[in-house]
């Protein structure tokens, strides 16, 4: 996790239950400077502390300024979130491309009010917009939502290298050898059985047989639970 | 935006709200096939046509049913929600890897309950888990902000391939002739004012100053705008 991450400025905003839940957003990304430009209904805020649950300390640690100015002061880069086309020349981000920008630079991610959004003058004081890609029909999201949607972006770009899926599979597997020996058990109660029809056929659906086996990914227990089922089965006629 | 699209499955869910929730987050990424197996508080749920705004037409067209098997009957591919690390044996994805496997197949996302999460047992019908990477220490996030991720990661790597940074400079960019002219206004009335002290410093000066005006990215109007005020700066002396 860097020393220096992106704060959330959020401009005039409305409900202290998105506060809340834009915290709680930060917190699920590692994030925690939440900055807030004259919330409507003043400060502290009840329902801002409670839909916030674990990420209580964010709230109670956020910083409510007058205006936007002050609150992107420190800031090296700000943008603004917004989904409307604007007629202002900047230069206008991804969550995607956003996120290298944010790497060991001071930024501000710009949150507007509920009802309208930034103003064309909020918007100015930033150095780029950030728009987060919608299906046309439905572009608007929630504070809370945009919050997540960076937040995720940020985080899997910045701090997170790890492909679980190369984990998850690696204990207890089988080895070749055990699975081997497993196919030779099937393989011989098949043909005890009389499974193979022809012997030209035999070998092809002894491969697939094979391939079924090794894409499986089969533990060692996996292995031991199947001579188990095989030897049933033949029991059971 | 593909015919093929995947579907998303919410097993057991308790409150209305955060059905109507994931329906809005599904509607802002192009998903409307929702599938809701044995909802607490029975179906139609009020709380959930509010919430979900004018996704309700994924509400009013959902689909209830009794298990999960049958929610996902149709499905090739089902993958388990789930942060909590499980004993089954069965492949991670993160929601990025997960996404090139979601095109053109047909895909169910299968969340469980608020309180508990899927059971081991929902799981082992699924062909995979999809694991949302969080900061460690609060990986729990809500249904509809898992809804939100997943459907944005789906979304931009399936049907979006605009990036709008290119497109938001072009349009009325001044000509590097028009930013010359305003180079050439500058450099005049800088030398007007024996801005240059040495003659060996004038060269590093005036290529940093254009340096300056080219990194702009001005648009005809800007130039305009800043003849005027070198013009009106000058006459102020």
């Given amino acids: 996790m860097p020393d220096v991450r992106p704060c959330v400025v959020l401009v005039r905003p409305q409900m202290g239950e998105n506060i809340g ?14 900055r807030l430009v004259a919330p409507r209904d003043g400060w502290p805020n009840d329902k801002a502390l409670e839909m916030s649950a674990h990420a209580s300390s964010i709230i109670e640690h956020a910083k409510v300024v007058d205006t936007l100015q002050e609150a992107i002061a420190d800031r090296q880069y700000s943008f603004a979130a917004t989904a409307r086309s604007r007629q202002l020349r900047l230069p206008c981000y991804t969550p995607m491309t956003l996120q290298p920008l944010c790497v060991n630079q001071k ?10 959004g930034l103003s064309n003058e ?5 150095q780029g917009i950030v728009s987060i890609p919608t299906h046309t029909d439905n572009a608007s999201l929630n504070i809370a939502q945009s ?23 690696s204990e207890g597997s089988a ?13 011989a109660a098949l043909a005890s059985r009389h499974f193979y029809k022809t012997s030209e056929l035999q070998p092809v659906t002894q491969r ?10 089969l533990s060692s227990n996996e292995v031991k639970l199947l001579h188990g089922v095989i030897s049933v089965l033949q029991r059971s006629n």
């Fill in 21 to 34: 839940a834009a915290a709680r957003a930060m917190m699920n990304f590692g994030l925690a400077d939440l």
């Fill in 107 to 116: 930024v501000a991610w710009v949150f507007g009010p509920e009802n309208n």
């Fill in 122 to 126: 909020d918007v100015a004081y930033c």
């Fill in 147 to 169: 919050v997540v949607i960076l937040g995720y972006q940020w985080f899997i770009g910045t701090c997170y290298d790890v492909h679980p899926s190369d984990v998850s599979l």
């Fill in 175 to 187: 080895s070749a050898g055990e699975v081997e020996k497993l196919f030779l058990q099937l393989d």
């Fill in 208 to 217: 697939n047989l094979r391939t079924i086996l090794s894409r499986a990914q």
